[in-house]
Nanobody, 124 residues
Framework: EQLVESGGDLVHTGGSLTLSCTAS????????VGWFRQAPGGDREWISC????????YYGDSVKGRFAITRHDANSTVYLQMNNLKPEDTATYSC??????????????????WGQGTQVTVAS
């Protein structure tokens, strides 16, 4: 079982990026996928999740209105579209998968699989 993130890069304030999280080795369509981020010296912050329901998406307050999460089960991938990026969005972004319905601030312990992360740097 594996999750691989990609799409991280260096952008300037106000820029956009799309992160991808691609799964293998398990039935992706049955799983909720969450995105977390961790800045140097900071705690891992939950930012979004998407589950198997049509309206099953949630966002943290720090990214609501700027980020959008979608999933394409046919290619076992979840995307995180990030717009209007700010320097405080600089972090390593990781995805995780688990079998439950999304909730705001979903606990990290509920997730079964984790990716290694991709770096997003927003320069002012």
């Amino acid at each position: 079982e594996q999750l691989v993130e990609s799409g991280g890069d260096l952008v300037h304030t106000g820029g956009s990026l799309t992160l991808s999280c691609t799964a293998s080795g398990f039935t992706f369509a049955d799983y909720t996928v969450g995105w977390f981020r961790q800045a140097p010296g900071g705690d891992r912050e939950w930012i979004s999740c998407i589950d198997t329901r049509e309206d099953g998406t949630y966002y943290g307050d720090s990214v609501k209105g700027r980020f959008a999460i979608t999933r394409h089960d046919a290619n076992s991938t979840v995307y995180l579209q990030m717009n209007n990026l700010k320097p405080e969005d600089t972090a390593t972004y990781s995805c995780a998968a688990g079998k439950f319905y999304c909730l705001p601030q979903v606990p990290k312990a509920l997730f079964d699989y984790w990716g290694q992360g991709t770096q997003v740097t927003v320069a002012s």
